[in-house]
Every structure is written in C-alpha cells, then in structure tokens.
C-alpha cells in the first residue's frame, strides 16, 4: 500500500528557507511521477513541483527559480527545498503521486512565512 508522510515545515521569516521531506512507503519511488502540491487557506489545492522518472522537473510560475524538486531512491525520500521564501507561500504541503491519487493525501506539513 503506498504512503506518504511529510515532514519539515515550520514558521520561517520572509526571505528564508525550509526543506521539505516526503517519506514513501515501499521501494516504488523510482517508477514514480512525484508532485508536491499545497493548499492555502480559502483557496484549492495546486500544483508547485514536479519530478518524474529521468530527472524531468517542472514548477509552477509562482516558485519558479525559487523551489527544489529532488528525490533520493534509496531513502524513499522526495524532497521540496524552498528558497526566498514569501508570506504568500504559507499553506499546507503535501506530496502525492502526479496525477494525484485521491486514497494518498497524507496529513501534510504546514509552512508559515511571517515576520
């Protein structure tokens, strides 16, 4: 059955960074197209990143330049390092498979970007 538990957010100044960790159940990261998706309050869920088998990454206009999608097979790890980071990056984190698999929404981690 696979899983995912996100770890590492927090409360971070404007202007500072967080990395975040995405621990996946099994040995299948490596077949996997691998999304971290968040959701503000009052807003839908989106899609920030993006890693697909072979490296291909892709993000959002709104992160671009300013996030890191990467994954460690043999951790079953996939990892979202946010740089520069803005107030209106605060929302819940998640990762998921891309597409989404609806049964596989973890808890997320929270990201809070404040003075």
């Known amino acids: 059955q696979v899983q995912f538990v996100e770890s590492g957010g927090g409360l971070v100044q404007p202007g500072g960074s967080l990395r975040l960790a995405c621990a996946v159940s099994?040995?299948?990261?490596?077949?996997?197209?691998m999304g971290w998706y968040r959701q503000a309050p009052g807003k839908q869920r989106e899609l920030v990143a993006t890693?697909?088998?072979?490296?291909?990454?892709d993000y959002a206009d709104s992160v671009k330049g300013r996030f890191t999608i990467s994954r460690d097979n043999a951790k079953s790890t996939v990892y979202l390092q946010m740089n520069s980071l803005k107030p209106e990056d605060t929302a819940v984190y998640y990762c998921?498979?891309?597409?989404?698999?609806?049964?596989?929404w973890g808890q997320g981690t929270q990201v809070t970007v404040s003075s």
């Open positions: 998921n498979t891309k597409p989404p698999g609806q049964a596989y």
């Open positions: 890693l697909i088998p072979g490296g291909y990454t």
């Open positions: 099994g040995s299948i990261l490596r077949i996997l197209a």
